[in-house]
């Protein structure tokens, strides 16, 4: 990528080859070789499990990211959530995309329909009858095929139909409309990814694979693909002999969350993923004794998930403004200017509050990725 319009300190955090101490702050930095490790880790968990992976681009929003892991990491395509983010990817060069959402509003369904070309594989979800109607309107007005999911509520309780009445009349709907490829469910519970004790969330997944089977067995006719799976529990869920194609995404990054989940690595170890993605921030003050002051707020990370764990030891992250985060330091050890590395509560949103990934390798710069779908959410 060409960087010479690029000021650091003003539009850009840093420049290749820059060491790690003059990166400006706050920044989202990417550990490379854990991101490799994490990429390789999973493209071998799915040739060993015979199931596809379509990694979900809304966690990280980077065309970058996207490519590595087709690349590398044995994703045939993308996830995306919204038609814009999908145009990004689009735009990047990205073939295969399925828009794991409803896109129901007109205007929408006209530039999703725009989007669709020979060389692109496109999708979505529905749940609507009249929502498939429109999007075959504007499929045919447009020249287009569209793949169609129909998404099965499997527990989640947000979109999604369970009836399988309903999902009957979906599915002889869409035999009638031309331009729309119905090619199976999206079945995704993301109410079970987060669940801690590592019991009680494979009991969880077993409830709601139990459904799946029972989906599957009842459409088994039309041959349908089962896509979903999250990074909490997807080796649980593969496991389970349900799905063809997961749809995980904070495998690459993790985040605080999902490395604080409980895992029987016992007898499974393959969600053993390490952070790569973390907030750098800068020692600003350090007046009040037994505390030092970062510029890492809430404008620089998401705290839904609970406050960012930092990486040094015996430093603790206790408190956040806009602008300014407190830092329990009982010995006084930090010093202004000194660099803290954050793990972040949540790396989805966390991602979407900044505009580069700076890349780096033996504390040095290798890379800078924009985030290239930040803030695209219509």
């Known amino acids: 990528m060409n960087l010479e319009k690029y000021e650091v300190g003003f539009n850009i955090p840093a420049t290749i080859g820059m060491e790690l101490k003059d990166i400006q702050t706050p920044s989202l930095i990417i550990n490379f070789k854990v991101f490799q490790n994490n990429i390789i880790k999973m493209k071998n968990f799915i040739l060993e499990n015979n199931v596809k992976l379509r990694p979900h681009a809304k966690m990280h929003k980077s065309i970058d990211v996207a490519n590595y892991q087709i690349n590398y990491g044995g994703a045939h395509g993308i996830c995306c959530q919204k038609v814009s983010e999908a145009e990004i990817f689009v735009r990047g060069g990205i073939k295969d ?16 329909t ?64 031309k331009n729309l490829n119905f090619v199976g469910f999206q079945a995704y519970n ?99 004794g037994n505390h030092a002051i970062v510029d890492a707020g809430l404008k620089s990370m998401s705290v839904d998930s609970g406050l960012p764990l930092i990486v040094n030891d015996g430093l603790e992250y206790i408190k956040c403004s806009d602008e300014h985060g407190v830092l329990s330091d009982p010995t006084n050890s930090l010093k202004i200017n000194d660099k803290v590395f954050l793990i972040p509560g949540h790396c989805d949103p966390t991602c979407n509050l900044h505009d580069w990934y700076v890349v780096i390798d033996d504390k040095k710069v290798v890379d800078l990725w924009p985030v290239s779908a930040r803030g695209f959410s219509f």
Do not use: W
């Open 97 to 112: 995309i399925l828009i794991t959402n409803q896109v129901t509003d007109l205007y929408k369904i006209n530039r999703l």
């Open 114 to 177: 725009k989007m669709a070309s020979k060389e692109l594989k496109l999708g979505c979800c529905v749940d609507d009858a009249e929502n498939i109607i429109n999007i075959q309107r504007t499929a045919e007005k447009n020249n287009a095929q569209i793949d169609i999911y129909i998404e099965y509520n499997c527990g989640a309780n947000r979109c999604g139909i369970s009836s399988f009445d309903q999902i009957n009349e979906l599915l002889n709907l869409l035999k009638r409309m």
């Open 190 to 288: 993301g109410s079970i990814q987060h669940i801690e004790d590592f019991d009680l969330r494979k009991k969880q997944v077993k409830k709601t694979s139990k459904k799946i089977k029972h989906l599957k067995t009842t459409f088994k006719q039309y041959s349908p693909i089962i896509t979903g799976v999250g990074t909490g529990c997807f080796d649980l869920e593969v496991s389970e002999d349900v799905y063809d194609e997961i749809q995980v995404g904070s495998y690459a990054f993790m985040d605080a969350h999902y490395s604080s989940l409980k895992h029987n690595y016992e007898t499974n170890n393959t969600n053993n993923f390490d952070n790569s993605l973390f907030v750098l921030s800068g020692v600003m003050s350090n007046t009040l």
